[in-house]
């Protein structure tokens, strides 16, 4: 990979001071830490239509249309300006190769579930809703991680996502030139045990898709998309510790004859501690690398699982 992943974020989680009333809301972990192995990209759907800071706050609410996104103390209607800017910037993010969108939760604009709606005429809320941009910006673009920091706050959910868009901008930089099926069945190869240690059935059923697709002469590139799409559709439930330990012994399983007894033992241990939650996954990936190294298997099947993300941002250490 040459680039860092660029990501889309929320304005005002960046410490833009873009909200309503004129605050920021800056998530520090992503300002502070993360971003300095990624690109960030502000986006503030509520100033991109014009609307100033501070402004008046907006709301979605239900009426016999559909949804709308609107001013109530000013009856104004932002609904036709708000899915108007949503495509254009939608696609503008997509064209520069966005790999993931970060965004700030409980938003009409930006959040992307248990968003308040309110029914006309009707003072009480129902949290059932997402905002506008984001809910445009999904539909457009399925295949693109998305997240609210919210969730980020979990350092199981944050490796997760962040695995996920470097799963993502993997296969913008090997699809840059253009697809053929050979590129994608080597991509998938490369990834069949990280995909299997987030979901298990994700690697036969992936494979089965792009075997499925050829033969009925799909062309290659609408082959990567639908791919991508499914896989972040795999991919968008957070994984459990006892699929990790599996694959840290696929893993073991690649250079295991070529320990000795007490190796293997304090190995297969340092896993099981893992599994059962007694020491972070930092522990046996470490010594997975370790061993690796001393025999030379730096293969990128095993590396894509080993080092899902950069071990600087300090999250394996915290799961
Ligand atoms: S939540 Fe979205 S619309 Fe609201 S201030 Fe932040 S970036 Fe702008």
């Known amino acids: 990979m040459t680039d860092k992943p660029i990501l889309a974020v929320s304005s005002c989680l960046l410490g833009q001071r873009v909200r309503y009333n004129g605050d920021a809301a800056e998530f520090r972990p992503l300002t502070r830490k993360w971003g300095k192995f990624l690109k960030l990209v502000p986006v503030c759907p509520e100033v991109g239509i014009g609307m100033g800071t501070p402004r008046p706050t907006i709301r979605l609410v239900k009426t016999s249309d559909g949804i709308t996104i609107k001013d109530p103390k000013n009856d104004i209607d932002y609904t036709s300006e708000m899915s108007e800017f949503a495509q254009i910037k939608s696609d503008y993010l997509a064209s520069i190769g966005i790999s993931g969108f970060v965004f700030k939760k409980d938003s009409p604009s930006c959040g992307l579930e248990r968003v308040k709606v309110y029914r006309e005429n009707n003072p009480q809320a129902t949290r059932d ?24 706050t979990d350092p199981k959910q944050a490796e997760h996502f962040l695995a996920r868009v470097h799963f993502f901008h993997q296969w913008q930089e090997i699809g840059k030139e253009g697809w053929s099926a050979e590129k994608l069945m080597d991509f998938h190869n490369e990834n069949k045990l990280f995909l299997v240690s987030r979901e298990p059935s994700s690697e036969t059923e992936l494979g089965q898709f792009i075997t499925t697709q050829f033969e009925q002469g799909e062309h290659p590139d609408t082959v990567a998309l639908s791919y991508m799409t499914k896989a972040q559709e795999y991919l ?35 896993i099981n501690h893992f599994r059962e939650g007694s020491i972070p996954r930092y522990a046996p990936m470490v010594l997975l690398n370790h061993y690796m190294n001393r025999f030379n298997l730096n293969d990128r099947s095993l590396t894509r699982f080993t080092k899902p993300v950069p071990i600087e941002l300090g999250l394996m250490s915290r799961i």
């Open 129 to 152: 809703g997402r905002g506008l941009f984001s809910m445009i910006f999904t539909s457009l673009y399925p295949h693109i991680p998305v997240i609210e920091e919210g969730r980020l």
């Open 236 to 270: 968008s439930v957070l994984t459990k510790d006892e699929r990790i330990a599996h694959g840290m012994e696929r893993v073991m399983g690649k250079f295991s004859d070529r320990l000795n007894s007490d190796e293997k033992q304090e190995l297969v241990e340092v």
